[in-house]
Structures are given as C-alpha cells and as structure tokens.
C-alpha cells in the first residue's frame, strides 16, 4: 500500500524545482521531479513517491506564457489530491510585471483551486531568507541585506529586486488583494484567530512572515490548518517544505531523514555556466586553481546561431575531457561581462543560450562518456535541461551544507543519459569550491 501523496509542486526554474526535492529528501520525503507533467506510464515508475514535482520554466517567462501553460499543470495538481499544491519561486522572490510575475502566477492559480485564500511563505532561514513585517531579507557572504539592497538580486539582469516589502512588489503585478500575518502575530498564541480575521475580509492571498524556526514551525500549522479549509494551494520559496516538514514531523507524518549513499568521486567532471552571478564567478576562479579548464564562450553565438564558432568551442572542451581534465563553459564570469544589454533586443535570447548550454552538454557527457555533470545558472538549467532527454529527477546527494544545490539522478529512455548524475545550481547557490566538490566527492 502507498501513503497518501503529501505534496505536489511546480518550480518556476529547475534549480529551484530541485531545491524542493532536496529539501523533502533530506527529511525523509520520497520525492520525484518530472520535467513535464508525466504520463501514466512514467508517473507509475514512481509509486512510493510522497511528493511529486514539474520543473517549468515561468521564472523567465511572460505572462500570457503563464495564461496558456500553467492553468493545466495547476489543474493536473489540484486532480493529484495531495494536502498542498505548492507554485514554487526563488526564496529572493525577484520578478516583475513582464518576466517571471509571481502575481499572475497566483492569479492563476487562485482561479485553478477555487478561488480561495492563497497563502504565500517566503522566508527560509535555512537559505538565510527572512521575512519580517511582510518585507523581504537575504544573505550575501556574511551578511544580511534587505533584498533591494542585496548586491547582487538588486542588480539582476532580469529582474532585479527594487522593491523589499513583498506586498508592494506583488501590487506591481496583481490586484489579488493580499493580507499579512506577521512573525509577532505567529507566535503571540493568538495566532489561529488572527488567521482567521484575516481571512474574514475575503483577501484573495495571505503573506505569511518566517524569521526563524519558532515562526518556520508556526507557520507550518497554519499552512496545514488553511489546507484543511480548502486553501490548498500556496505560494513561496522552499520555506514551505521546510515548514511543512516541521508540522509532519510534530504528528507522525515524517518520522525518519533520508539517507544517502557516499558521492564517490569523479576523475572528470563537465560544467556549463550562463551564470552572470559573482558567486558563480568565484567558483569558476577557484575550480581553475584546482586543475579545472575555463573556457570562455561568447553568448551572442547561440543567439546568432553560429554554429562554427560553437562547434570549435566543443572540440576544445572534448580534447581536454579526452585528456582527463575537467573543464568549465561559460558564458559570463561575473556581472561585469553579462551581454545582457547587447541581446534584449532579440526576443527569445536567453532561452537560446539556454537551450546552445544544454546541446553543448548532452555532446560532452555523451562524447566523453561522463557519468556526472553540472549546469550553473537558475534560467540557463531550466533550458538547457530539457536537451538531454531527460523526463525525470530523483535525489542522488542533498548538500545540506548548501542548501539549494543537490545532485540529481537523471531518467532517461537515452541510455547515455539515464543514471547521470547531474547538479544544477542557482547562481547565488553554493561555496567557492561547490564544483571542485561535485568533482571530488562528498
């Protein structure tokens, strides 16, 4: 007999997808990651599966790209049953009226589940996220910045973060009136009938403030409370699984972490990149003072289509997996050399770079014969991904040591690709050697 599903999720990037799937594994929730919405047959292949995922793509897609593409996969959801429906966006929550709206996103599914309160949970202070008063805090090495003044999602090349109160941010993007339950009013122990005032004036959404574990844990109830009255779908970071565990670890619902077995290591490894972030820069820096090979590859290539000049990029990178060295791709070390302004103009442009990253990858792990691989970048894995014919993830290793960032095991019907282990990671994600450790085992 299989228990009842717990979850099911979709992720407005694949770093962010896996990201739950990690955060599930580690304490003991059997999770599976589709890259569509699965058909029978590969949903069957996963009975044990407590929660179940889609990584999308909306994070970097238009709103009429969300009006034609997410009402099915909420209605799929909603049909799965599960106690929470859970539209999963970066713990930096950065979006915008044009790209990635998290505001239409709820709108839509806010029509899909009923027409119900939806909450919404952002905070994660395992990822050094929080949120007080409705307004939105991350950590950059060390230190905590209100998330306008984060020096690096306040100068996204997408979408950077110029508002902090997440309210006022959402208001750019949707009429959904949305209510607040702050972290005093979580754990004062009148919570449950400030919850329910709330919600007596009708808010089409509920922002629900976590700031450390005594309100992650309160916030869980609460969560599982509005589920019960029909307000099953939410919205947020992986904050949610973090609190929801925390509620089913309380009643039994979870009762054992997940286990894993050793990453062993690797005598090649192969990265992509179409990271812009300084994090990702470091780790580039760093992976070449331990033997890795970085190779710059102009973007404006992919965009161009310029199929020679990609073509001589690869024979590079595979000479150097031939002659047993790892190597780097990439096509930006640092905001600094980000080609973002020169490409905007050409509609589709980082998807294209996206989906170059991805083919470029698929040749190297399937003309090196490599058994593990990684692609950098939040938008670029959610392209590039999709190139090698995988329709599903698994958890291999979580790092809980940097959260955000596991290795994966790939499905495939492609023998060259079923079984790769592959890591893809946020570009804010990780310490500095993050690669030279995927390489060298964990």
């Known amino acids: 007999m299989t228990s009842p599903l717990l979850l099911t999720f979709y ?36 009975p044990h599966a407590r929660a179940i995922g889609v990584a999308g793509t909306s994070r970097s897609e238009t709103p009429r790209w969300m009006d034609e593409n997410l009402t099915p ?34 709108e839509i599914g806010h029509a899909a589940f009923g027409g119900l309160p939806v909450p919404i949970l952002v905070g994660a202070p395992q990822l050094k996220r929080y949120t007080a008063f409705g307004e939105l805090f991350a950590a ?27 309210r006022r941010h959402l208001a750019e993007q949707t009429a959904v009136s949305i209510a607040l339950l702050d972290h005093l009013a979580l754990t004062d122990g009148e919570a449950d009938g400030r919850v329910d005032a709330a919600l007596a004036s009708a808010p089409g959404a509920l922002l629900i403030d976590v700031l450390d574990p005594a ?22 970071s992986s904050g949610v699984e973090y609190a929801l565990a925390e509620s089913w670890r309380e009643d039994g619902t979870i009762t054992e972490a997940g286990g894993f077995d050793p990453l062993e290591p690797v005598e090649r490894l192969a990265v992509v990149s179409g990271s812009c972030s300084p994090t990702t820069e470091r780790q580039i820096r760093f992976a070449e003072t331990q033997g890795f090979t970085a190779i710059a590859l102009d973007p404006r290539l992919f965009v161009a289509g310029d199929s020679a000049g990609i073509e001589a990029t690869r ?19 640092g905001p600094e050399s980000d080609l973002g302004a020169e490409i905007a103009g050409n509609e589709g442009a980082r998807h294209a770079i996206g989906r170059g990253l991805g083919r470029l990858q698929a040749d190297l792990v399937r003309g090196a014969g490599l058994s593990r691989a990684v692609i950098a970048g939040g938008d670029t ?21 940097t959260p955000g960032s596991p290795v994966s095991t790939a499905h495939s019907e492609n023998p060259a690709f079923h079984g790769l282990e592959i890591a893809l990671k946020g570009g804010q994600v990780g310490h500095d050697d993050y690669f030279v450790r995927i390489r060298d085992g964990v």
């Open 73 to 106: 996969v909420f209605l799929w959801m909603a049909s799965e049953g599960a106690e929470i429906a859970h539209y999963k966006v970066c713990s930096t929550f950065d979006s915008s009226p044009a790209i990635g709206s998290i505001g239409r996103a709820l």
């Open 11 to 46: 992720g407005d990037d694949l770093t962010g997808s896996t990201d739950v799937m990690e955060a599930l594994a580690l304490r003991g929730v059997e999770t599976v990651l589709f890259l569509d919405v699965p058909t029978e047959a590969q949903r069957a292949r996963f």
């Open 140 to 166: 950059y090495r060390g230190e905590v910045f209100r998330i306008d003044r984060h020096p690096v999602m306040s100068r996204h090349p997408v979408t950077p973060m110029h508002e902090a109160n997440l």
């Open 315 to 333: 024979t590079q990178a595979l000479g150097h997996l031939a002659a047993g060295q790892s190597v780097i791709v990439y096509t930006a070390l």
């Open 215 to 236: 309100t992650q844990r309160a916030a869980g109830r609460q969560l599982r409370r509005l589920a019960a009255k029909g307000s099953r779908f939410v919205v947020g």
């Open 381 to 401: 894995s959610s392209h590039a991904l999709r190139q090698l014919g995988v329709h599903a993830l698994t958890p291999r290793m979580p790092l809980a040591e």
